[in-house]
């Protein structure tokens, strides 16, 4: 299937303006998640990445991360572009939700800005905001980017986007 853009409205950036390979770019929009009444992370100095097709994933430093709530997993991922990912659980009240978050203790040197930065999968998670509005989950399961009204698609990870 081969996609066809949405046209942008007013104010918004089409994801299949973004570039591939992938890049990653510093923002000061007001990133936070919130999960069972705590604050797991908030930041104005998140790195998002942009690739074709993908909502940003953004990148929270680990000074803005309530580290005290994550546990390393034992999963592993490989980007062609980022190397090599580790996961974390989130542990709150002794209960846990595996495999919330990502990051990258040795990526390339493309990608050197986000080494231990983390990246939080938005589906399982109660509230991830930028700028106060709510975002959604990519779809798909596997990725991770996060949805705004700013963002024109489609956006990868609906049924038949495999190959895009």
Known sequence: MRPHPDIPAPGQESVWDYPRPAIAEPSERHVRIRHRGLTVADTRAAVRTLETSH???WYIPPADVAAELLRRSDRHSFCEWKGEA???HLVIDGREWRDVAWSYASPTPAFA???????FYAAPLDECTVDGERVRAQ???????????????????VPGSMGW
């Open 113 to 119: 800005v986000l080494r231990d930065h983390l990246a």
């Open 55 to 57: 909502p940003p994933s």
């Open 139 to 157: 779809p798909g399961g596997f990725y991770g980017g996060w949805i705004t009204a700013d963002l024109a698609g489609p956006f990868k990870g």
């Open 86 to 88: 580790t996961y974390w």
